[in-house]
């Protein structure tokens, strides 16, 4: 199991180092054309996110190679909320089609949670 923990871990911190990354470096505007749903936030709260989401990333994969492990839950919850709040964003403009990458990143990371926080080492 915990081969599998660590799959979803890398493959989190990876899509979620690259939406930080996409948030932080590229305009509203830009960012804006391929995701619409944007459009209601300020900038500031785009970057924002874009700030959580490496956090996330970093404290999934970083954290256990430091001797933090116990932050590793901790990281996939919060993540699993911006999750959370992407799939509300795009229900709330009736893009249901959009649901199906939030939904399949916050499983994998309600997994993580489980399996580090319920599951024995």
Do not use: N
């Amino acid at each position: 199991m915990t081969v599998l923990l660590w799959v979803l871990q890398v493959i989190l911190a990876v899509a979620f180092a690259a939406a930080s990354a996409m948030h932080l470096a590229k305009s509203k505007a830009d960012l804006t054309t391929k995701f619409p749903v944007l459009e209601a936030y300020r900038p500031i709260s785009i970057k924002g996110i874009g700030v959580a989401e490496g956090l996330g990333a970093l404290g999934l994969v970083a954290a256990p190679l430091v001797g933090w492990s116990a932050l590793v839950p901790w990281a996939a919850l919060g993540l699993a909320c911006i999750m959370i709040a992407a799939s509300m964003a795009h229900a709330e403009r009736g893009e249901w089609k959009d649901i199906a990458v939030p939904a399949a990143l916050l499983v994998a990371a309600v997994i993580v949670v489980y399996g580090r926080t319920i599951l024995p080492a």
